[in-house]
Nanobody, 125 residues
Framework: QVQLVESGGGLVQPGGSLRLSCAAS????????IGWFRQAPGKEREGVSC????????YYADSVKGRFTISRDNAKNTVYLAMNSLKPEDTAVYYC??????????????????WGQGTQVTVSS
């Protein structure tokens, strides 16, 4: 049974940092690209970052480039999203997902087949 479970969200002040984790089970992590998306109330789900399975290439949305870092630990079957210099506009529910299509860039939700339940990130003073 394929499962993705996010953790690490919370409340943080502007300028602060958080590290999200995505624990995968039921499949071999290093065979797939893994992406992070976020969705704020009243907005569409937005691609944030993605890491490839083969050469470890990473992709970021322009809005987070230079502030967020995606990484993976295949031995632990876990993907991480380190978020620094957080802004109020980063507030959203963050989801990790498995991509079935081997492509460049973060892509769109339709390219991903399994999703976690999400973890809330709130950036506020």
């Amino acid at each position: 049974q394929v499962q993705l479970v996010e953790s690490g969200g919370g409340l943080v002040q502007p300028g602060g940092s958080l590290r999200l984790s995505c624990a995968a089970s039921g499949f071999t992590l290093d065979y797939y690209h893994i992406g992070w998306f976020r969705q704020a109330p009243g907005k569409e789900r937005e691609g944030v970052s993605c890491i490839s399975n083969s050469d470890g290439s990473t992709y970021y949305a322009d809005s987070v480039k230079g502030r967020f870092t995606i990484s993976r630990d295949n031995a632990k079957n876990t993907v991480y999203l380190a978020m620094n210099s957080l802004k109020p506009e980063d507030t959203a529910v963050y989801y990790c997902a498995r991509r079935v299509l081997m492509a460049k860039g973060v892509g769109v939700p339709a390219q991903y087949d399994y999703w976690g339940q999400g973890t809330q990130v709130t950036v506020s003073s």
